[in-house]
Nanobody, 119 residues
Framework: VQLQASGGGLVQAGGSLRLSCVAS????????LGWFRQAPGKERELVAS???????KYANSVQGRFTISRDDAEHTVYLQMNSLKPEDTAVYYC??????????????WGQGTQVTVSS
């Protein structure tokens, strides 16, 4: 299983980007989906997550600016990022926790997409 993330780029402060992450196959069930980020010299941190029931969680630093959503039919997770700040600059990674079959469970990371916000 592979996760392909896209949508990163260079944007000015106050701008917006929409990240997408699509899985290479369908699943019996997709449970949690999440976006993490890692800035240079810092640890990877959770940005946002969404459960199979649609419950969401956000880091305090992005609350009210970022929105996570999912499309299970297209096995895709999105991250809409508005009012971007220079401190949002990082490599963004998507994460999927799913059951490819009733018996199995997998946890997969995407390859990362660079987001750079200029001041």
């Amino acid at each position: 299983v592979q996760l392909q993330a896209s949508g990163g780029g260079l944007v000015q402060a106050g701008g917006s980007l929409r990240l997408s992450c699509v899985a290479s196959r369908r699943f019996y069930r997709i449970d949690n989906l999440g976006w993490f980020r890692q800035a240079p010299g810092k640890e990877r941190e959770l940005v946002a997550s969404i459960t199979s029931g649609g419950s969401t969680k956000y880091a305090n630093s992005v609350q009210g600016r970022f929105t996570i959503s999912r499309d299970d039919a297209e096995h895709t997770v999105y991250l809409q990022m508005n009012s971007l700040k220079p401190e949002d600059t990082a490599v963004y990674y998507c994460n999927l926790n799913a059951k490819p079959s009733i018996e199995a469970r997998i946890d997969v990371w995407g390859q990362g997409t660079q987001v750079t916000v200029s001041s």
